[in-house]
């Protein structure tokens, strides 16, 4: 456990260098019977050394200066000069101006062996030079080195971060969709039950044909229901369309009719007027325009005055969806566009770019959803 304390290494690696040469040092001085001066050169080294992590140019200046005090005596500074290219490489990797670091380290130390030596280009300040370079440049490749692996992480830990976003975010979008498909089936069915239920109610003692008649439909309606709330729970179960039974294509305008015929049967007067739809329309756009038409007839049926009216035309690659409805006059007042039927329409005409207005007319007698949408589900601009 201590061995993958990366910190500790890197610190205890370098104090054992620094005091090892200075160690070395201190015996050489010592067996050479120098003087005190270079006794504080050695000093002066090892005090730079140590406080060059928290004070890094207090400390790279310091153990620079000490060759200097060294040289003074005429003892050339190996030592010294050797620490102080391990500092100018702590003093770098730790995010320091490489450059000008480098070059101030590097005119000490030549000066200072040029001061011992008495010679301005002898072999061991060019040695001194070369060393002092070198351990700059090794100190900036460890440093970008550094960077870009910290940069390869980062980028990982962010990839990691946005797919489990965008993962949520899918499941979310999806478990709406599958909300408003929901909604939309059995709502539009159980209204259509209701109103069913309702007219056999009604002709139950004087029709009972007619009664018979409404009970079969409600009968048929509620097979509906349980069709398609088993077709949705199939999907869920099995997580894809191709396993288990086959299900049906997607409704679509190809399908409109026998949506109209549905509310026709259950007693609500529908007039429609549609136009033929273009090859080419967008099938996304292709199911928000039956989602819309079926539940405005689904709004209609259960809080119109028994008509509605359906338009549907195509203008220069435009779908103009139009549904009006009377409204009741026994019926208590209600805010358009509070259901979760309007709040999901609102979502599905979002999703396929196009705008959508509801509302009740100016002469309060009107109540009218209408929507415009890009067959290619393109923009509306």
């Known amino acids: 456990m201590w061995a993958r304390r990366a910190q500790l290494i890197r610190r205890g690696g370098y ?10 040092e201190v015996v050489r ?3 050479y019977g120098l003087g005190p001066v270079v006794l504080a050169g050695v000093a002066l080294t090892v005090v730079g050394a140590a406080i060059v992590w928290k004070w890094p140019w207090i400390g790279l200046l310091t153990v620079a200066s000490s060759c200097l005090v060294v040289a003074s005596t005429g003892w050339i500074p190996i030592v010294e000069w050797s620490l102080a290219v391990i500092v100018l490489f702590v003093f770098v990797v730790r995010g320091k101006p490489p450059v000008l670091a480098t070059v101030i380290v590097a005119v000490t130390v030549w000066a200072a062996v040029a001061l011992a030596t008495g010679e301005v280009f002898s072999p061991d300040a060019l040695a ?21 692996w910290a940069s390869l992480e980062q980028r990982a830990t962010d990839a990691i971060a946005t797919r489990e976003l965008e993962a949520t975010q899918r499941v979310a979008e999806e478990r709406l969709r599958i909300a408003r498909d929901f909604h939309d089936i059995v709502g539009h069915q ?3 039950l209701s109103m069913q239920l309702g007219a056999a109610e009604v002709a139950a003692d004087a029709d009972p044909a007619a009664t018979r008649e409404a009970l079969s439909a409600a009968r048929t309606s509620v097979k509906a229901v349980l069709v398609e709330t088993q077709m949705i729970l199939h999907v869920l179960r099995t997580g894809a369309d191709g396993e288990g039974e086959e299900l049906r294509p997607p409704p679509g305008m190809a399908r409109l009719g026998e949506l109209l015929d549905s509310f026709r049967q259950a007693g609500l007067l529908v007039t429609a007027t549609v136009d033929e739809m273009p090859a080419s329309i967008d099938p996304g756009v292709d199911l928000t ?11 209609a049926s259960r809080h119109g005055d028994g008509e509605a009216a359906v338009t549907i035309l195509t203008r220069a690659g435009r779908i103009l969806i139009d549904v009006t409805n009377g409204v009741r006059t026994d019926a208590a007042p209600r805010a358009p566009g509070r259901g979760y039927g309007l709040q999901g329409m609102r979502e599905r005409v979002g999703s396929a770019n196009g705008t959508l207005h509801v ?9 009218r959803i209408s929507a415009v949408l890009a067959a290619d589900g393109g923009a509306i601009r």
Do not use: H, K, M
């Not at 325009?289 to 709004?299: C, D, G, H, P, S």
């Open 15 to 24: 104090a054992f260098t620094v005091l090892a040469a200075a160690s070395v």
């Open 359 to 367: 509302g009740v007319d100016d002469d309060d007698r009107t109540f």
């Open 128 to 148: 001194a030079v070369v060393s002092t370079l070198a351990g700059g440049a090794t100190a900036i490749a460890v440093r970008l080195r550094r960077q870009y």
């Open 289 to 299: 325009v039956y989602r819309i038409v079926q539940e405005a007839l689904t709004n």
């Open 29 to 31: 001085v010592v067996y």
């Open 190 to 192: 159980i209204a259509v």
